[in-house]
Protein backbone atom coordinates (compact mmCIF):
# COMPACT_ATOMS: atom_id res chain seq x y z
CA UNK A 1 0.00 0.00 0.00
CA UNK A 2 1.08 3.55 -0.80
CA UNK A 3 2.23 5.43 1.87
CA UNK A 4 0.02 8.15 0.88
CA UNK A 5 -3.15 5.87 1.28
CA UNK A 6 -2.01 3.93 4.36
CA UNK A 7 -2.03 7.97 5.84
CA UNK A 8 -5.67 8.31 4.67
CA UNK A 9 -6.99 5.36 6.21
CA UNK A 10 -5.14 5.69 9.43
CA UNK A 11 -6.38 9.53 9.08
CA UNK A 12 -10.01 7.98 8.65
CA UNK A 13 -9.69 5.79 11.45
CA UNK A 14 -8.35 7.91 13.94
CA UNK A 15 -11.54 10.68 13.03
CA UNK A 16 -14.00 7.39 13.36
CA UNK A 17 -12.23 6.88 17.30
CA UNK A 18 -12.47 10.16 17.85
CA UNK A 19 -16.23 10.28 16.43
CA UNK A 20 -16.47 7.47 19.04
CA UNK A 21 -15.31 8.78 21.52
CA UNK A 22 -16.80 12.14 21.50
CA UNK A 23 -20.28 10.10 21.35
CA UNK A 24 -19.43 8.65 23.92
CA UNK A 25 -18.81 11.68 25.96
CA UNK A 26 -21.97 13.06 24.90
CA UNK A 27 -23.34 9.93 26.72
CA UNK A 28 -21.86 10.70 29.70
CA UNK A 29 -24.30 12.24 32.48
CA UNK A 30 -22.12 14.47 34.13
CA UNK A 31 -23.87 16.11 37.10
CA UNK A 32 -22.64 16.08 39.65
CA UNK A 33 -23.10 13.19 42.57
CA UNK A 34 -23.97 13.89 46.64
CA UNK A 35 -22.83 11.87 49.42
CA UNK A 36 -25.26 12.65 52.02
CA UNK A 37 -23.62 11.37 55.20
CA UNK A 38 -25.84 11.66 58.48
CA UNK A 39 -25.04 10.25 61.88
CA UNK A 40 -27.52 10.25 64.78
CA UNK A 41 -26.96 12.48 67.90
CA UNK A 42 -23.75 13.65 66.99
CA UNK A 43 -22.88 17.08 68.33
CA UNK A 44 -20.94 20.16 67.30
CA UNK A 45 -19.03 19.91 70.27
CA UNK A 46 -16.94 16.77 69.42
CA UNK A 47 -16.23 17.60 65.99
CA UNK A 48 -12.95 19.28 65.83
CA UNK A 49 -13.82 21.68 63.66
CA UNK A 50 -16.48 22.85 65.66
CA UNK A 51 -14.52 22.29 68.74
CA UNK A 52 -11.63 20.92 69.86
CA UNK A 53 -12.26 20.59 73.99
CA UNK A 54 -13.23 16.65 73.71
CA UNK A 55 -12.13 15.04 70.96
CA UNK A 56 -10.00 15.24 67.39
CA UNK A 57 -11.43 14.19 64.49
CA UNK A 58 -9.34 14.89 61.48
CA UNK A 59 -11.51 12.95 58.42
CA UNK A 60 -15.00 15.04 59.33
CA UNK A 61 -12.47 18.15 59.27
CA UNK A 62 -10.90 17.49 56.11
CA UNK A 63 -14.53 17.82 54.48
CA UNK A 64 -14.54 21.34 56.15
CA UNK A 65 -10.93 22.05 55.40
CA UNK A 66 -11.66 21.22 52.06
CA UNK A 67 -14.59 22.82 51.65
CA UNK A 68 -17.23 24.97 54.00
CA UNK A 69 -17.77 24.71 57.43
CA UNK A 70 -21.28 25.89 58.39
CA UNK A 71 -21.13 28.03 61.77
CA UNK A 72 -25.03 28.35 62.29
CA UNK A 73 -26.70 25.16 60.96
CA UNK A 74 -29.80 24.30 62.61
CA UNK A 75 -32.98 21.82 62.84
CA UNK A 76 -36.85 22.76 63.12
CA UNK A 77 -37.73 19.86 65.35
CA UNK A 78 -34.49 18.38 67.37
CA UNK A 79 -35.31 14.33 66.77
CA UNK A 80 -34.59 11.60 64.64
CA UNK A 81 -37.34 10.59 62.36
CA UNK A 82 -38.77 14.07 62.26
CA UNK A 83 -35.75 15.43 61.00
CA UNK A 84 -34.47 12.66 58.26
CA UNK A 85 -38.32 13.91 57.37
CA UNK A 86 -37.39 17.28 56.58
CA UNK A 87 -34.39 16.25 55.26
CA UNK A 88 -35.97 14.28 52.25
CA UNK A 89 -39.35 16.87 51.83
CA UNK A 90 -37.44 19.83 52.63
CA UNK A 91 -40.78 21.06 54.38
CA UNK A 92 -41.34 21.33 58.36
CA UNK A 93 -42.96 18.94 60.58
CA UNK A 94 -46.72 20.01 60.33
CA UNK A 95 -46.43 19.55 56.18
CA UNK A 96 -44.58 16.41 56.22
CA UNK A 97 -46.93 14.58 58.33
CA UNK A 98 -44.18 13.32 60.81
CA UNK A 99 -44.15 15.19 63.56
CA UNK A 100 -42.51 12.86 66.32
CA UNK A 101 -41.07 9.49 66.31
CA UNK A 102 -44.34 7.41 66.59
CA UNK A 103 -45.49 8.68 63.51
CA UNK A 104 -45.04 7.10 60.17
CA UNK A 105 -43.69 8.20 56.59
CA UNK A 106 -46.25 8.88 54.18
CA UNK A 107 -44.26 7.46 51.33
CA UNK A 108 -46.56 8.37 48.48
CA UNK A 109 -45.45 12.05 48.82
CA UNK A 110 -42.80 13.78 46.58
CA UNK A 111 -39.32 14.48 48.05
CA UNK A 112 -35.81 14.92 46.94
CA UNK A 113 -34.80 11.17 46.23
CA UNK A 114 -37.97 10.60 44.15
CA UNK A 115 -37.22 13.89 42.36
CA UNK A 116 -33.53 13.21 41.67
CA UNK A 117 -34.34 9.68 40.54
CA UNK A 118 -37.00 10.84 38.16
CA UNK A 119 -34.13 12.94 36.71
CA UNK A 120 -32.16 10.36 35.59
CA UNK A 121 -30.10 10.20 39.10
CA UNK A 122 -29.77 6.58 40.67
CA UNK A 123 -30.55 7.12 44.24
CA UNK A 124 -29.67 4.76 47.47
CA UNK A 125 -30.08 4.48 51.02
CA UNK A 126 -27.73 2.75 53.52
CA UNK A 127 -28.20 2.74 57.40
CA UNK A 128 -30.50 4.25 59.22
CA UNK A 129 -33.81 5.33 58.32
CA UNK A 130 -36.75 5.19 61.18
CA UNK A 131 -39.29 6.49 59.42
CA UNK A 132 -41.50 3.03 59.74
CA UNK A 133 -42.87 2.92 55.99
CA UNK A 134 -40.74 1.50 53.60
CA UNK A 135 -38.26 3.76 52.14
CA UNK A 136 -39.61 5.14 48.84
CA UNK A 137 -37.78 6.90 46.17
CA UNK A 138 -34.80 4.90 46.18
CA UNK A 139 -33.36 2.51 43.21
CA UNK A 140 -31.43 0.49 46.35
CA UNK A 141 -31.93 0.80 49.98
CA UNK A 142 -30.46 -1.30 52.82
CA UNK A 143 -31.76 -0.33 56.27
CA UNK A 144 -31.72 -0.52 60.14
CA UNK A 145 -34.73 -1.71 61.46
CA UNK A 146 -36.07 0.87 63.54
CA UNK A 147 -33.33 2.07 65.61
CA UNK A 148 -31.46 -0.91 64.67
CA UNK A 149 -28.28 -2.36 66.75
CA UNK A 150 -24.10 -1.46 66.90
CA UNK A 151 -23.52 -4.63 67.19
CA UNK A 152 -24.24 -8.05 64.91
CA UNK A 153 -27.52 -5.57 63.20
CA UNK A 154 -30.25 -6.70 61.04
CA UNK A 155 -30.57 -5.19 57.64
CA UNK A 156 -33.73 -5.11 55.44
CA UNK A 157 -33.16 -4.16 51.86
CA UNK A 158 -35.87 -2.94 49.02
CA UNK A 159 -36.36 -6.90 48.35
CA UNK A 160 -37.27 -6.98 52.02
CA UNK A 161 -35.01 -9.52 52.69
CA UNK A 162 -34.03 -9.67 56.35
CA UNK A 163 -29.96 -10.11 56.85
CA UNK A 164 -28.34 -10.25 60.09
CA UNK A 165 -24.19 -8.57 59.66
CA UNK A 166 -21.73 -9.85 61.32
CA UNK A 167 -19.92 -7.08 63.08
CA UNK A 168 -19.66 -3.28 64.57
CA UNK A 169 -22.40 -1.18 62.81
CA UNK A 170 -20.62 1.84 61.79
CA UNK A 171 -18.13 -0.21 59.48
CA UNK A 172 -20.94 -2.33 58.56
CA UNK A 173 -22.76 0.60 57.17
CA UNK A 174 -19.46 2.04 55.30
CA UNK A 175 -18.67 -1.68 53.88
CA UNK A 176 -22.28 -1.19 52.24
CA UNK A 177 -21.78 2.30 51.06
CA UNK A 178 -18.35 1.38 49.14
CA UNK A 179 -19.79 -1.55 48.03
CA UNK A 180 -22.72 -0.20 46.73
CA UNK A 181 -20.65 2.54 44.93
CA UNK A 182 -18.30 0.27 43.43
CA UNK A 183 -21.55 -1.35 41.66
CA UNK A 184 -22.14 2.33 40.06
CA UNK A 185 -21.57 3.25 36.55
CA UNK A 186 -19.77 6.60 35.70
CA UNK A 187 -22.78 7.12 32.88
CA UNK A 188 -24.98 7.85 35.78
CA UNK A 189 -24.67 10.28 38.76
CA UNK A 190 -25.38 9.43 42.02
CA UNK A 191 -27.27 10.30 45.10
CA UNK A 192 -26.11 7.76 48.49
CA UNK A 193 -28.11 8.58 51.62
CA UNK A 194 -25.38 7.16 53.92
CA UNK A 195 -27.21 7.27 57.41
CA UNK A 196 -25.18 6.08 60.54
CA UNK A 197 -26.88 5.05 63.87
CA UNK A 198 -23.83 6.11 65.98
CA UNK A 199 -24.00 8.23 68.30
CA UNK A 200 -27.27 6.86 69.54
CA UNK A 201 -27.50 5.78 72.72
CA UNK A 202 -26.49 3.52 74.61
CA UNK A 203 -23.09 4.85 73.14
CA UNK A 204 -21.74 1.22 72.48
CA UNK A 205 -18.20 1.58 70.95
CA UNK A 206 -16.09 -0.78 68.86
CA UNK A 207 -14.33 -2.99 70.34
CA UNK A 208 -11.41 -2.65 68.74
CA UNK A 209 -11.50 0.93 70.41
CA UNK A 210 -12.40 -0.05 73.93
CA UNK A 211 -9.47 0.90 75.40
CA UNK A 212 -8.89 4.35 73.91
CA UNK A 213 -9.60 7.61 75.67
CA UNK A 214 -7.78 5.74 79.35
CA UNK A 215 -6.61 8.37 81.27
CA UNK A 216 -8.37 11.30 79.44
CA UNK A 217 -10.80 13.56 82.60
CA UNK A 218 -13.64 15.49 81.06
CA UNK A 219 -14.01 19.00 82.67
CA UNK A 220 -18.02 18.57 82.94
CA UNK A 221 -19.79 22.03 81.43
CA UNK A 222 -20.00 25.17 83.43
CA UNK A 223 -23.91 24.54 83.62
CA UNK A 224 -23.28 21.06 84.48
CA UNK A 225 -25.33 21.54 87.90
CA UNK A 226 -27.96 24.09 86.76
CA UNK A 227 -30.86 24.32 88.89
CA UNK A 228 -33.24 25.21 85.90
CA UNK A 229 -34.61 28.69 88.06
CA UNK A 230 -37.03 30.33 85.87
CA UNK A 231 -37.24 27.61 83.43
CA UNK A 232 -40.66 25.80 83.76
CA UNK A 233 -40.26 23.68 80.75
CA UNK A 234 -36.44 22.35 82.06
CA UNK A 235 -37.47 21.35 85.46
CA UNK A 236 -39.71 18.77 84.58
CA UNK A 237 -37.52 16.81 81.91
CA UNK A 238 -36.00 13.34 82.38
CA UNK A 239 -32.87 13.51 80.25
CA UNK A 240 -30.29 14.25 83.08
CA UNK A 241 -26.86 12.66 84.01
CA UNK A 242 -27.25 12.75 87.15
CA UNK A 243 -31.29 11.50 87.36
CA UNK A 244 -31.95 9.69 84.54
CA UNK A 245 -28.79 8.46 83.05
CA UNK A 246 -29.25 4.43 83.87
CA UNK A 247 -26.04 2.94 85.49
CA UNK A 248 -26.25 -0.44 84.27
CA UNK A 249 -28.02 0.51 80.97
CA UNK A 250 -26.33 3.78 79.52
CA UNK A 251 -22.90 3.36 81.69
CA UNK A 252 -22.71 -0.38 81.12
CA UNK A 253 -22.06 -1.04 84.99
CA UNK A 254 -23.88 -4.37 84.55
CA UNK A 255 -21.88 -6.11 87.76
CA UNK A 256 -22.33 -10.08 88.21
CA UNK A 257 -23.01 -9.74 91.75
CA UNK A 258 -26.51 -8.28 90.82
CA UNK A 259 -26.03 -5.88 93.21
CA UNK A 260 -26.60 -3.19 90.71
CA UNK A 261 -30.80 -3.73 90.34
CA UNK A 262 -30.86 -0.54 87.96
CA UNK A 263 -34.53 0.15 86.06
CA UNK A 264 -33.07 -0.64 82.49
CA UNK A 265 -31.17 -3.76 83.99
CA UNK A 266 -33.15 -5.97 82.10
CA UNK A 267 -32.73 -3.71 78.73
CA UNK A 268 -28.65 -3.99 78.85
CA UNK A 269 -29.11 -7.48 79.68
CA UNK A 270 -31.06 -8.45 76.10
CA UNK A 271 -28.74 -5.77 74.55
CA UNK A 272 -25.78 -7.25 75.20
CA UNK A 273 -26.74 -10.69 74.57
CA UNK A 274 -26.00 -10.05 71.14
CA UNK A 275 -22.78 -9.71 70.90
CA UNK A 276 -20.97 -13.26 69.89
CA UNK A 277 -18.52 -14.62 72.22
CA UNK A 278 -15.71 -13.24 70.86
CA UNK A 279 -17.19 -9.55 70.82
CA UNK A 280 -18.39 -10.18 74.50
CA UNK A 281 -15.35 -11.71 76.16
CA UNK A 282 -13.40 -8.51 74.82
CA UNK A 283 -16.62 -6.57 75.98
CA UNK A 284 -16.17 -7.98 79.47
CA UNK A 285 -12.04 -7.63 79.51
CA UNK A 286 -13.05 -4.05 79.52
CA UNK A 287 -15.89 -3.21 81.80
CA UNK A 288 -15.25 -5.38 84.54
CA UNK A 289 -12.10 -3.68 85.92
CA UNK A 290 -14.41 -0.58 85.70
CA UNK A 291 -17.57 -2.29 87.28
CA UNK A 292 -14.83 -3.69 90.11
CA UNK A 293 -13.43 -0.15 90.89
CA UNK A 294 -16.75 1.29 90.39
CA UNK A 295 -18.62 -0.41 93.16
CA UNK A 296 -15.47 -0.56 95.84
CA UNK A 297 -15.77 3.35 95.70
CA UNK A 298 -18.93 3.42 97.10
CA UNK A 299 -19.83 6.90 95.17
CA UNK A 300 -22.47 9.43 95.98
CA UNK A 301 -23.63 12.85 95.35
CA UNK A 302 -21.25 15.23 93.32
CA UNK A 303 -18.78 12.63 93.44
CA UNK A 304 -21.21 10.41 91.86
CA UNK A 305 -22.47 13.38 89.40
CA UNK A 306 -18.92 13.76 88.03
CA UNK A 307 -17.86 9.87 87.92
CA UNK A 308 -20.93 9.53 85.42
CA UNK A 309 -20.20 12.22 83.37
CA UNK A 310 -16.77 11.24 82.51
CA UNK A 311 -18.15 7.67 81.54
CA UNK A 312 -21.05 9.02 79.55
CA UNK A 313 -18.15 10.88 77.49
CA UNK A 314 -15.59 7.86 77.15
CA UNK A 315 -18.50 5.76 75.56
CA UNK A 316 -19.71 8.61 73.50
CA UNK A 317 -16.35 9.70 72.05
CA UNK A 318 -15.05 6.07 71.15
CA UNK A 319 -18.39 6.30 68.95
CA UNK A 320 -17.56 9.36 67.75
CA UNK A 321 -14.46 8.31 66.74
CA UNK A 322 -15.68 5.36 64.43
CA UNK A 323 -17.65 7.87 62.85
CA UNK A 324 -14.61 9.60 61.97
CA UNK A 325 -12.19 6.74 60.69
CA UNK A 326 -15.44 5.79 58.53
CA UNK A 327 -15.48 8.95 56.79
CA UNK A 328 -12.01 8.82 56.27
CA UNK A 329 -12.67 5.26 54.25
CA UNK A 330 -15.25 7.13 52.18
CA UNK A 331 -13.23 9.97 51.82
CA UNK A 332 -10.44 7.90 50.79
CA UNK A 333 -12.29 5.55 48.62
CA UNK A 334 -13.86 8.86 46.58
CA UNK A 335 -10.76 10.27 46.21
CA UNK A 336 -9.31 6.75 45.12
CA UNK A 337 -12.06 6.10 42.32
CA UNK A 338 -11.61 9.60 40.69
CA UNK A 339 -14.88 11.01 42.20
CA UNK A 340 -14.10 13.07 44.53
CA UNK A 341 -13.94 16.28 42.62
CA UNK A 342 -17.43 15.78 40.61
CA UNK A 343 -19.28 15.19 44.47
CA UNK A 344 -20.92 17.09 46.41
CA UNK A 345 -20.39 15.18 50.41
CA UNK A 346 -22.54 16.06 53.06
CA UNK A 347 -21.92 16.07 56.45
CA UNK A 348 -24.65 16.33 59.44
CA UNK A 349 -26.64 14.95 62.01
CA UNK A 350 -30.36 14.53 62.97
CA UNK A 351 -29.76 16.80 65.70
CA UNK A 352 -27.01 18.24 68.02
CA UNK A 353 -27.30 16.18 71.86
CA UNK A 354 -25.98 17.28 75.28
CA UNK A 355 -22.65 16.85 76.62
CA UNK A 356 -23.70 17.65 79.79
CA UNK A 357 -24.97 21.29 79.01
CA UNK A 358 -27.72 21.62 82.04
CA UNK A 359 -26.52 18.78 83.28
CA UNK A 360 -28.13 16.71 80.08
CA UNK A 361 -27.71 14.25 77.55
CA UNK A 362 -30.29 14.04 74.80
CA UNK A 363 -31.70 16.59 72.63
CA UNK A 364 -35.58 17.81 71.78
CA UNK A 365 -35.57 21.05 73.31
CA UNK A 366 -35.22 24.42 71.03
CA UNK A 367 -31.31 25.30 73.36
CA UNK A 368 -28.72 25.58 71.32
CA UNK A 369 -26.82 22.44 72.21
CA UNK A 370 -29.78 20.42 70.62
CA UNK A 371 -31.19 22.46 68.05
CA UNK A 372 -27.33 23.43 66.55
CA UNK A 373 -26.32 20.56 63.97
CA UNK A 374 -22.96 20.02 62.92
CA UNK A 375 -23.06 20.78 59.08
CA UNK A 376 -19.68 20.72 56.45
CA UNK A 377 -20.17 20.75 52.81
CA UNK A 378 -17.63 19.87 50.25
CA UNK A 379 -18.76 20.58 46.58
CA UNK A 380 -17.63 19.85 42.95
CA UNK A 381 -14.14 21.36 42.32
CA UNK A 382 -15.92 23.42 39.42
CA UNK A 383 -17.89 25.38 41.74
CA UNK A 384 -16.11 27.90 43.63
CA UNK A 385 -17.72 28.53 47.13
CA UNK A 386 -16.53 30.35 50.17
CA UNK A 387 -14.97 28.71 52.75
CA UNK A 388 -17.12 29.54 56.18
CA UNK A 389 -21.18 30.52 56.40
CA UNK A 390 -22.13 32.27 59.25
CA UNK A 391 -25.94 32.63 57.74
CA UNK A 392 -28.42 30.69 59.69
CA UNK A 393 -29.12 27.58 57.83
CA UNK A 394 -31.59 24.88 58.78
CA UNK A 395 -32.22 21.06 57.88
CA UNK A 396 -35.36 21.91 55.17
CA UNK A 397 -32.48 23.61 53.45
CA UNK A 398 -31.13 20.50 52.28
CA UNK A 399 -33.60 18.82 49.39
CA UNK A 400 -33.74 22.21 48.07
CA UNK A 401 -29.80 22.75 47.45
CA UNK A 402 -29.47 18.78 46.24
CA UNK A 403 -32.22 19.53 43.37
CA UNK A 404 -30.18 22.94 42.88
CA UNK A 405 -26.89 21.56 42.40
CA UNK A 406 -28.73 19.04 40.16
CA UNK A 407 -30.09 21.62 37.76
CA UNK A 408 -33.40 20.95 38.96
CA UNK A 409 -36.20 23.36 39.51
CA UNK A 410 -36.82 23.75 43.41
CA UNK A 411 -40.64 23.16 43.64
CA UNK A 412 -42.38 25.86 44.79
CA UNK A 413 -44.00 23.94 48.09
CA UNK A 414 -40.68 22.92 49.42
CA UNK A 415 -40.40 25.77 52.45
CA UNK A 416 -36.05 25.56 52.60
CA UNK A 417 -33.92 27.54 50.22
CA UNK A 418 -31.40 26.39 48.22
CA UNK A 419 -27.75 27.36 49.32
CA UNK A 420 -26.47 27.43 46.34
CA UNK A 421 -25.71 31.22 46.19
CA UNK A 422 -25.05 31.42 49.61
CA UNK A 423 -22.08 29.27 49.09
CA UNK A 424 -20.73 31.24 45.84
CA UNK A 425 -21.04 33.81 47.94
CA UNK A 426 -23.63 35.72 45.65
CA UNK A 427 -25.92 36.05 48.21
CA UNK A 428 -25.61 36.72 51.91
CA UNK A 429 -28.79 37.10 53.87
CA UNK A 430 -31.01 33.74 53.43
CA UNK A 431 -33.26 34.56 56.04
CA UNK A 432 -33.73 36.64 59.57
CA UNK A 433 -34.92 33.84 61.58
CA UNK A 434 -35.86 30.36 62.41
CA UNK A 435 -38.75 28.73 62.89
CA UNK A 436 -39.23 25.85 65.35
CA UNK A 437 -41.39 23.63 67.01
CA UNK A 438 -41.36 20.14 68.70
CA UNK A 439 -44.02 17.79 69.34
CA UNK A 440 -43.18 14.55 71.33
CA UNK A 441 -45.05 14.90 74.79
CA UNK A 442 -45.38 12.85 76.78
CA UNK A 443 -42.77 10.58 76.10
CA UNK A 444 -39.53 9.36 77.22
CA UNK A 445 -37.38 12.57 78.52
CA UNK A 446 -40.35 14.31 79.18
CA UNK A 447 -39.79 17.68 77.05
CA UNK A 448 -43.12 19.68 77.25
CA UNK A 449 -44.25 20.62 73.41
CA UNK A 450 -42.87 23.77 71.92
CA UNK A 451 -42.16 26.17 68.85
CA UNK A 452 -40.10 29.35 68.94
CA UNK A 453 -38.09 31.76 66.79
CA UNK A 454 -34.70 32.22 66.78
CA UNK A 455 -32.55 35.58 65.68
CA UNK A 456 -28.86 36.25 65.31
CA UNK A 457 -29.62 37.77 69.11
CA UNK A 458 -33.15 36.75 70.57
CA UNK A 459 -34.82 33.22 71.51
CA UNK A 460 -38.38 33.08 72.53
CA UNK A 461 -40.26 29.69 73.04
CA UNK A 462 -43.30 29.25 73.78
CA UNK A 463 -44.02 25.66 76.11
CA UNK A 464 -47.76 24.75 75.92
CA UNK A 465 -50.29 22.15 75.83
CA UNK A 466 -50.46 20.79 79.61
CA UNK A 467 -48.16 24.08 80.35
CA UNK A 468 -47.80 27.92 79.46
CA UNK A 469 -44.54 29.07 79.81
CA UNK A 470 -42.25 31.80 77.57
CA UNK A 471 -39.14 32.08 77.45
CA UNK A 472 -36.49 34.62 76.09
CA UNK A 473 -32.94 34.51 75.82
CA UNK A 474 -30.60 36.98 74.81
CA UNK A 475 -28.07 34.91 72.88
CA UNK A 476 -25.15 37.88 72.93
CA UNK A 477 -25.29 37.87 76.80
CA UNK A 478 -25.99 34.86 77.34
CA UNK A 479 -25.21 32.23 74.76
CA UNK A 480 -25.50 29.60 77.76
CA UNK A 481 -29.36 30.56 78.20
CA UNK A 482 -29.43 30.46 81.76
CA UNK A 483 -31.19 33.71 82.17
CA UNK A 484 -35.13 33.61 80.98
CA UNK A 485 -35.34 37.63 80.29
CA UNK A 486 -39.54 37.06 79.28
CA UNK A 487 -41.57 39.29 81.61
CA UNK A 488 -38.97 41.50 82.19
CA UNK A 489 -39.92 44.83 81.64
CA UNK A 490 -37.02 46.09 80.08
CA UNK A 491 -37.61 43.31 77.32
CA UNK A 492 -41.20 44.28 76.70
CA UNK A 493 -40.69 45.70 73.58
CA UNK A 494 -37.91 43.10 72.04
CA UNK A 495 -40.55 40.68 73.16
CA UNK A 496 -43.52 42.19 70.97
CA UNK A 497 -41.32 42.16 68.22
CA UNK A 498 -40.41 38.62 68.41
CA UNK A 499 -43.67 37.71 69.10
CA UNK A 500 -44.91 39.41 65.51
CA UNK A 501 -41.70 37.97 63.79
CA UNK A 502 -43.30 34.47 65.09
CA UNK A 503 -46.57 34.63 63.99
CA UNK A 504 -45.50 36.07 60.96
CA UNK A 505 -43.09 33.18 60.70
CA UNK A 506 -46.26 30.68 61.55
CA UNK A 507 -48.04 32.09 58.89
CA UNK A 508 -45.58 31.93 56.15
CA UNK A 509 -44.70 28.31 56.67
CA UNK A 510 -48.74 27.62 57.54
CA UNK A 511 -48.25 26.17 60.81
CA UNK A 512 -50.96 28.26 62.79
CA UNK A 513 -53.28 25.20 63.71
CA UNK A 514 -51.86 23.24 66.20
CA UNK A 515 -54.36 20.92 67.27
CA UNK A 516 -53.11 19.06 63.97
CA UNK A 517 -50.94 16.84 65.71
C1 LIG B 1 -34.65 6.04 72.20
C2 LIG B 1 -33.70 6.44 73.31
C3 LIG B 1 -33.98 7.84 73.80
C4 LIG B 1 -33.98 8.79 72.63
C5 LIG B 1 -34.98 8.32 71.59
C6 LIG B 1 -35.06 9.16 70.37
N1 LIG B 1 -33.84 5.54 74.39
O1 LIG B 1 -35.95 5.92 72.66
O2 LIG B 1 -33.01 8.21 74.76
O3 LIG B 1 -34.32 10.09 73.03
O4 LIG B 1 -34.58 7.02 71.17
O5 LIG B 1 -33.82 9.27 69.74
S1 LIG B 1 -33.09 4.13 74.28
O6 LIG B 1 -33.19 3.54 75.61
O7 LIG B 1 -33.77 3.32 73.31
O8 LIG B 1 -31.73 4.37 73.89
S2 LIG B 1 -33.81 9.52 68.21
O9 LIG B 1 -32.50 10.09 67.89
O10 LIG B 1 -33.99 8.25 67.55
O11 LIG B 1 -34.87 10.45 67.95
CA1 LIG C 1 -31.12 11.42 66.67
Known sequence: MKLSNLILISLYLFCVACQTESTDESKRDARPNILFIMTDDHSYQTLSAYDTTYIRTPNLDRIAKDGILFHNSFVTNSICGPSRAVMITGKFSHKNGFPHNSSRFDGSQPTMPKYLREAGYK?????????????????????????????????????????????????????????????????????????????????????????????????????????????LAAQSQKMSIIEDMDLVYDLKMLDAEGDLQTKYRKSYENMINRLNPEQRAVWDEYYNPIIEKFKAANLSGKELALWKYQRYMEDYLKCVRSVDDNVGRILDYLEEKGLADNTLIVYTSDQGFYMGEHGWFDKRFMYEESMRTPLLMKFPKNINTVKEVSEMVQNIDYAPTFLDLAGLPVPGDMQGESLLPLVQGKEENLRDALYYHYYEYPNEHMVKRHYGIRTDQYKLIHFYEDIDSWELYDLNSDPQEMKNLYGQADMADITEDLKAQLNELQIKYEDTDRSTY
Request: hydrophobic fraction near 30%.
Open 123 to 231: TALIGKWHLKSKPTGFDYSDVLIGQGNYYNPVFINNENDTVLNDGYVTNIITDKAINWLDGQSSDQPFCLLLHHKATHRIWKPDTSLLHTMEGIKFEVPETYFDNYENR
